[in-house]
């Protein structure tokens, strides 16, 4: 790393340190990034079931998840009048501008465990 790539990253580590352990603390929460990736690979809204289905969790460890997202404003929430009612999950367009970094972690240690780092 240059001297002036380490001076940009300290200076970007001191002033964004409280946001980025925030998200550090919301990304490390389990099933986090995997209720993520799924609803990246399927851009299309997705049913609760289909997101528990697919990260194979409790009901209420997703439903947990996704609140702490949309909370976040990484996920909207539509409901949908219905008998029973319909949910639907996507990501927001915030959600959507990380997963270029999410993919570059998860190639890193794809990478590593292949051992080819």
């Known amino acids: 790393m240059s001297q ?3 001076q940009r990253m300290q200076s970007m580590c001191e002033s ?4 980025v352990d925030d998200l550090l603390v919301l990304l490390s929460k389990s099933k ?16 609760f079931s ?12 997703v439903a947990r998840r996704l609140g702490e997202l949309e909370d976040h ?9 219905t008998v029973p ?3 639907m999950y996507e990501l927001t367009e915030d ?8 993919e570059s972690m998860f190639e890193w240690v794809l990478n590593r465990a292949d051992g080819t780092v």
Do not use: W
């Open 4 to 6: 002036e790539q380490s």
């Open 16 to 19: 964004a340190k409280a946001h």
């Open 32 to 47: 986090m990034l995997s209720i993520l990736y799924t609803m990246n690979c399927d851009p299309a809204p997705m049913r």
């Open 50 to 61: 289909e997101i528990k289905k697919s990260v194979n969790s409790s009901s209420t460890t």
């Open 73 to 81: 404003g990484l996920v909207t929430r539509t409901a949908f009048a």
């Open 85 to 87: 009612p319909t949910v």
């Open 95 to 102: 959600a959507v501008s990380l997963q270029p970094s999410l």
